[in-house]
């Protein structure tokens, strides 16, 4: 039984995902155990888990991104299995070896996957092995300027500059020519230098690929099987971005042809199965919307934020089937969809800049209806510190058709109300008025534009 295996569950990790999970946990009849830092006691995760363990102080160093603290708190409360989350130690093929060598369960892939995947340049080598398309790019990492150039004029500008390690678009950029290459090569190995994390590399690794113009962003959820088996669960466009983050994301993706959602299904099968993939994960990849074409991206090992969406078109709960599949079972997975859904990112930011605005919160009224499912960390009464990401929520809506989709997030969004920290209600109010959005013709250039052309 699912109860022997894995309870207690403890949940390395906070705000709403921490929340989601446990609320799943509790669901299957599980005792969920929160860790929390000092910053966090308060909030609505630490309230609803079956216990919680206070890890450290405010700094994600010091408390969720401490293994050692992490793992003390599964042996303190008798956790049988861990479940990361995403963001902190999710994709730390280090920390997932280390939970096994405790004798838990790791609810993820293995380390062997987390790690062969971790490296955008070895992810991008090994998906062109197994047939799944990339953008022309560099094969081993620039590690200074000059073969960064030299790659540049092999591949043909405009270039994508990124880092091999590291996510959330942080030491992403466009070079157009060799000066704006200078500038985003130094940006890069900055960022690089930080994903070190104390390894002394003979240089910053970074990755060069050929810039799709008018590019999509889109991402199949797989879900890999005991016995090696993967499935598809279908698609996620999440082009709505600013600062090469997800804003918006929704399913399926209002612009692909019925022929490129098979190809790009079928390669996302054929990529978890190159890695031995295990669980619930996502294949990213860019679609050119000129050509309706797809190539790689990357490959995140964990569950994504934006998961929401294929549950309300599969009626799935990812969660538990991760669960499932981490306790050695091989559950019954429909791939069917119905409908369309839309998720939409509260974040505490000002909703022009987007600069992070945290605060307390005086008033906090979520909608409610049919459709309708917000995924929240934060209550009255809570306050959003500088210490974490500043998303507060996920506004999530569900109807038959993607323009009945739309009138109900409308709706949802003018009937959600936050007051104290600043947040980008604004924002998504007004890209349900926009004439690209709501045409469903767009690409992640959108934000940008809807900010006259600065980068957003």
């Known amino acids: 039984m699912l109860t022997e295996s894995l309870g207690p569950v403890l949940v390395a990790n906070r705000g709403e995902i921490a929340r989601r999970i446990i609320r799943t946990v509790k669901r299957l009849g599980l005792r969920a155990v929160a860790v929390h830092s000092e910053a966090d006691a308060g909030l609505p995760f630490v309230r609803e888990a079956d216990e919680a363990v206070l ?3 405010a700094a994600p160093a010091q408390s969720y991104l401490d293994t050692t603290k992490v793992l003390e708190a599964a042996r303190a409360t008798g956790a049988r299995a861990v479940h990361p989350g995403y963001g902190f130690l999710a994709e730390n093929a280090r920390f997932a070896q280390a939970v096994i060598d405790a004798g838990l369960v ?5 380390p062997e996957a987390i790690d062969r995947m971790g490296d955008k340049i070895n992810a991008r080598n090994l998906m062109e092995a197994a ?3 990339v953008a022309a790019g560099t094969r081993e990492p620039a590690t200074d300027l000059d073969l960064a150039l030299e790659a540049a004029r092999s591949i043909g500008y405009p270039v994508m500059v990124k880092t091999a390690g590291g996510g959330g678009g942080i030491g992403m950029s466009v ?3 060799e000066s704006e290459l200078a500038k985003a090569f130094e940006q890069a190995a900055r960022a690089a230098a930080r994903f070190a994390a104390g390894d002394a590399p003979a240089g910053p690794a970074i990755l060069l690929e050929r810039y799709i ?8 959820q797989i879900l890999g099987l005991p016995g090696g088996k993967v499935v598809a669960l279908g698609e996620r466009d999440c082009s709505v971005q600013r600062r090469h983050q997800k804003v918006v994301e929704e399913s399926p993706s209002p612009g692909l042809t019925s022929e490129l959602r098979e190809r790009m299904l079928a390669a996302a099968v054929r990529a978890g199965e190159a890695v031995g993939y295990l669980g619930a994960g996502t ?9 309706q074409d797809f190539v790689f991206l990357e490959m995140n090992t964990r569950l994504q934020v934006e998961h929401p969406v294929t549950e309300l078109v599969t009626g799935l709960d990812l969660v538990e089937l991760q669960l499932r599949v981490a306790a ?3 559950p019954e997975v429909t791939t069917a969809t119905a409908g369309h859904a839309i998720e939409f990112r509260v974040y505490a930011e000002d909703p022009k800049r987007f600069f992070p605005g945290p605060g307390t919160i005086t008033v906090w009224d979520e909608p409610t209806g049919d459709g309708v499912r917000v995924d929240s960390g934060y209550a009255a009464g809570d306050t959003v510190t500088p210490f974490y990401d500043p998303l507060m929520a996920k506004l999530c809506v569900h109807a038959p058709t993607r323009t009945e989709a739309l009138e109900r997030a409308r709706k949802a969004v003018a009937s959600f109300t936050v007051e104290g920290p600043k ?6 109010a007004e890209l349900l008025e926009h004439r690209e959005f709501v045409k469903g013709d767009y690409d992640t250039g959108l934000v940008a534009r809807m900010r006259g052309g600065r980068p957003a």
Do not use: T
């Open 131 to 133: 047939g799944v398309p």
């Open 283 to 291: 294949v990213e990849c860019l679609v050119d919307a000129d050509a």
């Open 106 to 110: 790791w609810v993820g892939p293995s």
């Open 55 to 57: 890890i450290g102080p």
């Open 328 to 330: 050695g079972e091989c």
């Open 175 to 177: 070079a157009r020519d």
């Open 213 to 220: 113009e008018r590019a999509r962003h889109v991402e199949v």
């Open 423 to 428: 947040n980008n209600l604004a924002f998504c």
